[in-house]
């Protein structure tokens, strides 16, 4: 079992930043990839970032790819997407979660667990 929390989330303009965390309990945190994922209103969820267990391998989604960086501490349990240059499009619920499978995806039927979610709302 795992537990993941989402924060930092919040209201920000167009151009701005926000780092994202995902603090994770249960199983050892280094045995599992990580995922960040997002959904807007009306929309499908769809993937941000990921990275591996080790944090040697990361994938980004062309939509965020040299605005967002995707990091972990492994000696604190933590996942973290870096947001720069935000845009009102990256409006949306920002979740983590966890793939034991040992390689990271893009596709949300991969991972195993969830957080709760952190809203990003980013103004015009």
């Known amino acids: 079992q795992v537990h993941l929390v989402e924060s930092g989330g919040g209201l920000v303009q167009a151009g701005g930043s926000l780092r994202l965390s995902c603090a994770a309990s249960?199983?050892?945190?280094?045995?599992?990839?990580i995922g960040w994922f997002r959904q807007a209103p009306g929309k499908e969820r769809e993937f941000v970032a990921a990275i591996s267990w080790s944090g040697g391998s990361t994938y980004y989604a062309d939509s965020v790819k040299g605005r967002f960086t995707i990091s972990r501490d492994n000696a604190k349990n933590t996942g973290y997407l870096q947001m720069n240059s935000l845009k009102p499009e990256d409006t949306a619920v920002y979740y983590c979660?966890?793939?034991?499978?040992?390689?990271?995806?893009?596709?949300?039927?991969?991972?195993?667990?969830w957080g709760q979610g952190t809203q990003v709302t980013v103004s015009s």
């Open positions: 249960g199983r050892t945190f280094s045995s599992y990839a």
């Open positions: 979660a966890a793939d034991f499978r040992g390689g990271i995806g893009v596709r949300a039927g991969t991972y195993d667990y």
